[in-house]
């Protein structure tokens, strides 16, 4: 298939065209055209060619600065780059910031004289080395860029790989906030409160984006609405929705401190509104949403291994102009501001998705069969097992879910789903999101009940319910189930169906919060015990079945990098997995009955990757350094299956095999199931 962007080329540049280049010519190509410099684009089209959701994959990220996904959503965006499938990103703002290409720490910085459209430029410059690196690997790699539109009316600055023509970056160009906290009403804050009716563009030097230009709230989610119809992404990345607040705020701060940038969380809410409108248009396939934490990984222990941040390092330095190669652009080629410090800030050393992952949404149904249960298109997809294969997906109605799923099988062999809903509104007071779960209608009936709202361990308060973690959920022999999530103060509240949330104690040990990212277990004498990661491995403990939780003696654990994985063994002992910060390891601690000391039982081999680790007392399943799956059983890791999509999965089915389960970045169900009990795991498969 022929390229339209190398056929229809804007004529938006004085004596040339910002483009890609032949070999040897850097950024900056001059492409003679009789437009003036002041003309914009007489050529915008709507779409954009070949990075379209043609194939089986295709990526969406939308981030609010240049630099935004380089530090928060890698590994996982290279290697959708790497994938070969359509991969656009989105960059909603110019990321101005003072204009001056310069560290604002480095002598002089006062005395460089700002220019804002240049420094975006530069910033512009910089991600379209990196992503050419990631592709190509060749930061110099040519672009060929245009104005398009996507909305009638307005036009963005698309950048199209030459080489890799799925690759695409998109820029609207609208202001930033300029500060990361500090209220303006000129912002994406802003835009969505109605603060201002229309937010301002900036275009970045030699751009064609015609100058004094906005975009209303409406024309902004319009804006993205088109880009998601045209894709067709089966997977959509933003930045954090649900930030968190300081516990330590500066005395007289109004109101909470966010730990992120007020542009990362805005740049999320517009996503989730233009999928909400992308979804109900007709024209989405089956599709995950993944949301990256900002800012507040610099006080979180690193999660990543050394390969992995050196290489997020090395993408950060091609963007931040490290090797000072001449590109040809006057504005500059690269961001000053981050070229050589990369890991100055505490960001590059951890990836961390906002939903922590859940490892259990593989359970048996009262028959035996497993059934396996995602999110698709915020609403749940669930997969049966049915003779040799499976059926599916079957859906549940519902939407407007996000993050993950967790499903428990109840003692009367029903099956629950908890997970999160978020009622998006353009007020702080009305926007909020909530605990909910549903039922199965009965154990012998595939159909499920309406959707109940739980709420969140902190009441009826919207600003809080933003901040609640997502539910984990226990069921007792007597047929109570708990339910469990982390609450404002960066505790942990628990609740049953029927009863009030009730917030438990943080112990000293466990530091000012604790990380979402739960784990939970019934002992063998049918008392609850919740664990999470701290400063140490924290553990609530009931004294009675179904009794209250308080605080258990102090682990003495080493610290986890993230979510906690409990389960109870065959022969009563409390099994705990959780990864090893910096070197991503698999460490295994245990209680045995009768005990009430913890230790250290095991520690794997690394497998890369990040993110919480799914448990059977047979196997474990985590994400690994390629963003597929490591499947751990007789103490080796095999590497396989699909790019992966939230979290593993691993369960057992009615013969004692252990069986995985992993959604693909494509919105398939892929599993691998051992051939005998306590064998190894066979090859992964396609669910049909």
């Not at 190398?6 to 003679?32: D, F, I, K, N, Q």
């Not at 933003?238 to 542009?263: A, C, F, I, R």
Request: glycine letters at 14%; proline letters at 7%.
């Amino acid at each position: 298939m022929g390229n339209p962007i190398g056929r229809r080329r804007a004529l938006w540049l004085t004596g040339g065209l910002l483009a890609a280049p032949a070999a040897g010519y850097g950024l900056w190509e001059a492409l003679r055209s009789d437009a003036s410099p002041s003309e914009p684009a007489q050529d915008a089209v709507t779409g954009t060619g070949l990075a379209r959701g043609t194939g089986s994959l295709g990526f969406v990220h939308v981030i609010a600065h240049p630099d935004d996904n380089l530090y928060f959503m890698n590994p996982d965006l290279d290697q959708s780059v790497a994938s070969g499938a359509a991969c656009v990103t989105v960059c909603l703002t110019g990321g101005e910031s003072d204009g001056r290409n310069v560290l604002h720490a480095e002598p002089g910085h006062d005395r460089v004289r700002p220019d804002r459209p240049a420094y975006t430029r530069a910033r512009i410059n910089g991600l379209a080395a990196a992503y050419a690196l990631m592709a190509t690997g060749d930061e110099n790699s040519p672009w060929d860029v245009q104005l398009v539109s996507y909305l009638d009316g307005l036009q963005v600055e698309q950048h199209t790989l030459r080489a890799a023509p799925q690759v695409q970056l998109i820029f609207p160009a609208l202001v930033e906030a300029r500060a990361v906290s500090v209220h303006r009403p000129e912002s994406l804050r802003g835009l969505w409160l109605g603060e201002t009716g229309r937010l301002a563009t900036l275009p970045p030097a030699h751009s064609g984006l015609p100058a004094g230009g906005g975009y209303t709230r409406d024309q902004l989610i319009g804006t993205l609405t088109g880009i998601l119809d045209h894709v067709r992404p089966t997977v959509v990345r933003t930045l954090d929705p649900n930030p968190e607040h300081s516990q330590q705020p500066p005395k007289g701060h109004p109101g909470p401190l966010y730990l992120d940038h007020q542009d990362h969380t805005y740049s999320a809410y517009f996503t989730q509104a233009a999928l909400a409108r992308h979804w109900g248009g007709g024209k989405a396939r089956a599709g995950s949403v993944e949301s990256y934490l900002g800012y507040v990984n610099a006080g979180l222990p690193h999660n990543l291994d050394r390969a992995a941040v050196d290489r997020k390092v090395r993408l950060l330095d091609a963007y931040g102009w490290t090797d000072n190669r001449n590109c040809g652009d006057p504005a500059g080629c690269g961001d000053r501001k981050v070229g050589g410090g990369a890991l100055r800030n505490g960001w590059a050393q951890s990836t961390r998705h906002r939903a922590p992952g859940s490892g259990d949404w593989l359970q048996p149904m009262a028959d035996g069969r497993l059934a396996a249960f995602t999110l698709l298109n915020g609403s749940v997809a669930y997969w049966v097992e049915s003779g040799s294969g499976w059926s599916g997906p079957h859906r549940i109605e519902g939407g407007g879910l996000e993050g993950q799923l967790q499903v428990l099988r109840q003692a009367d062999g029903r099956l629950r789903l908890l997970t999160v809903r978020t009622d998006p509104a353009f007020e702080e007071a009305r926007h909020r999101r909530e605990i909910v779960t549903c039922v199965q209608v009965s154990a012998s009936d595939r159909a499920f009940g309406a959707w109940q709202s739980l709420g969140t361990p902190d009441g009826d308060d919207p600003v809080k319910s933003m901040e609640a973690g997502y539910p984990l959920g226990l069921a007792l022999p007597d047929g109570t189930v708990q339910v469990i999530a982390r609450t404002w103060s960066g505790s942990v509240g628990i609740r049953t169906l029927d009863g009030p949330w009730t917030a438990l104690t943080l112990p000293a040990e466990a530091g000012q919060t604790v990380q979402d990212g739960l784990g939970a277990v019934v002992d063998a004498d049918g008392r609850t015990h919740v664990l999470a990661a701290g400063k140490t491995v924290v553990h609530w403990a009931s004294d009675t079945p179904g009794g209250p939780l308080r605080p258990d003696r102090p682990t003495g654990l080493p610290v986890p990098s993230g979510p906690v994985t409990a389960l109870l063994a065959a022969d009563g002992t409390l099994r705990l997995h959780y990864r090893e910060p910096k070197s991503a390891k698999v460490l295994t601690a245990e209680r045995r009955p009768g005990s009430e000391a913890w230790r250290i039982t095991g520690e794997s081999t690394p497998p890369g990757g990040f993110g919480r680790v799914a448990a059977t007392p047979g196997a474990l399943a985590v994400r690994d350094a390629k963003g597929r799956v490591a499947l751990g059983h007789g103490g080796d890791w095999h590497h396989g299956g699909p790019l992966l999509a939230h979290t593993p999965t691993v369960g057992t089915d009615g013969h004692g095999r252990a069986v995985a389960a992993a959604l693909g970045c494509d919105g398939l169900l892929y599993v691998a199931r051992q051939a005998a009990k306590d064998g190894p795991f066979g090859a992964w498969a396609q669910v049909a």
